[in-house]
């Protein structure tokens, strides 16, 4: 690892500090450099607060050195005004005269106009350290400004034996009687709300809801609760339900035409047809929803795999054996890593098409 590796690195770990708080901002690290030296760092944390630059800058006690100093970032400065002033222009203000970038910014205001601006402006500037690192720390952002849509995430557990659930038919009929049948083990599903925290939104079909009457929060870790997006053709989720609790902005996705309005329950109506869900994913880019994970049934996990609209799945084995029930949904990809969460499995599938 070279000298801009090794402090880009640093930058990469800064930024992931961010993660689940920065939307729709991407995630950005930053670190200055004198004399072989960290004298400043700083991360973004926050849409509308400063950029991961500026809390660097401003972390340096002796401002008279950033003329001599070399200002590492992972992401491409910004050059135009938004909710905050460019991060260009802050470094070019103090003089900074070398500037080291992981990565372009894909975001079209941006878009390699920073390099320019600090270019013109007499800045010595490298692009492309640990370039491939930077890609993947920013690979929910980088596929929503690339792809127009979100970064899709699906996530399932299945019993030892491949079942989703067990049968129906032994199920209680009453939500309100439902006892969740647990596949996975206690850490297991404290990283899954873990996983809650660090994604813009949920989704879920109708038959989720009706069946375990889901909260879709992350109440067993430290973060804000994801925006929960429920798919619900024919308003069969009457208002007793958990998702209709108003905790956390909720969208469901009806063919209905619902009248009804209430504080952070949003109705969008939307044709469930052949295009159903390449029009979900669009609106969802319209409603700037950057990432969401599918915690839906096998229908709805299905579905998406089949029209290959997926980017990353997270499959659980649990130590549990069902000997019937509702089949997990059929994933012809080999993962890319295999750990273990005590009697757990946990498979990571990455889809790169």
Not at 177 to 188: D, E, H, M
């Amino acid at each position: 690892m070279n000298t801009h590796e090794f402090y880009m690195k640093r930058c990469v770990q800064l930024a992931k500090n961010g993660l689940g708080t920065t939307y729709p901002n991407p995630l950005v690290g930053s670190v200055i450099v004198y004399n072989n030296k960290i004298i400043g760092e700083g991360w973004h944390r926050k849409s509308g607060e400063p950029h991961a630059e500026v809390h660097a800058i401003h972390s340096v006690k002796d401002k008279s050195v950033l003329s001599k100093a070399t200002i590492y970032v992972s992401l491409e400065p910004c050059s135009h005004f938004g909710k905050t002033p460019p991060c260009s222009d802050l470094i070019i203000a103090h003089k900074i005269p070398n500037v080291v970038i992981g990565t372009i910014d894909p975001y079209a205001k941006v878009a390699g106009n920073g390099i320019k601006k600090l270019r013109e402006n007499n800045c010595h500037v490298t692009v492309g350290v640990l370039e491939k690192e930077c890609n993947e720390l920013n690979k929910r952002f980088f596929t929503f400004h690339q792809k127009k849509r979100p970064y899709i995430i699906l996530k399932w557990a299945a019993s030892k034996d491949g079942f989703l659930a067990p049968d129906k038919s032994k199920r209680a009929i009453t939500h309100e009687a439902l006892q969740p049948v647990w596949i996975t083990n206690t850490y297991s599903r404290q990283l899954v709300h873990k996983w809650r925290t660090e994604e813009a939104a949920i989704l879920v079909g109708t038959q989720t809801v009706l069946d375990d009457n889901p909260k879709l929060n992350a109440r067993d870790f430290s973060g804000q609760h994801p925006i929960r997006i429920v798919l619900d053709k024919s308003n069969k989720i009457s208002e007793d339900f958990a998702v209709k609790n108003n905790e956390s902005k909720t969208y469901f996705f009806t063919e209905s035409n619902i009248l009804t309005k209430k504080e952070n329950i949003i109705y969008e109506n939307i044709v469930f047809d052949t295009d159903f869900l390449l029009n979900l994913t669009n609106r969802l880019y319209k409603n700037e929803i950057q990432s969401v994970i599918i915690e839906g049934g096998l229908k709805t996990l299905q579905s998406f795999i089949d029209l290959n609209l997926w980017d990353e799945a997270r499959v659980f084995e649990g130590n549990t054996v069902l000997n019937s029930g509702i089949k997990a949904p059929v994933l012809n990809s080999i993962p890319t890593k295999t750990t273990y969460i005590m009697d757990d499995t946990l498979k990571i599938f990455r889809n790169y098409d």
